[in-house]
């Protein structure tokens, strides 16, 4: 693994082709589900099956905590909370996953 700042807030994160990590939070692909691990919400997703990942924040709940929604043939398969200085990094590292994933296929 790689550690790298988050180049927005100079946050700590490690990145590798296959595995994200921030604080005690960790996204992987492994034999192609995608997993997550950690305090944010717990998913295991077919790789195949996301097309993309986007992001928004609901100004109804009670914290602004941005949502990451993994995005499957118009259905949203998941939504992750992730705080809103990891967000565009987490989204990054999917969709680069995403991306080779088809290009391999």
Not at 31 to 46: A, D, E, Q, Y
Request: overall charge negative; charged content about 20%.
């Amino acid at each position: 693994m790689t550690p790298f700042l988050n180049e927005d807030t100079a946050v700590e994160c490690t990145a590798t082709a296959t595995e994200y990590c921030w604080k005690k939070n960790v996204i992987k692909v492994d034999n192609g589900f995608l997993i997550s691990k950690g305090p944010i919400t717990n998913v295991r997703i077919p790789v195949q099956h996301i097309e993309t990942v986007v992001y928004s924040m609901n100004p109804k709940k009670p914290a602004l905590v941005p949502g990451l929604k993994i995005i499957g043939k118009g259905t949203v398969l998941a939504e992750l909370d992730i705080s809103a200085e990891y967000i565009e990094s987490v989204q990054d590292w999917l969709l680069q996953v995403i991306e080779r994933h088809s290009n391999q296929s």
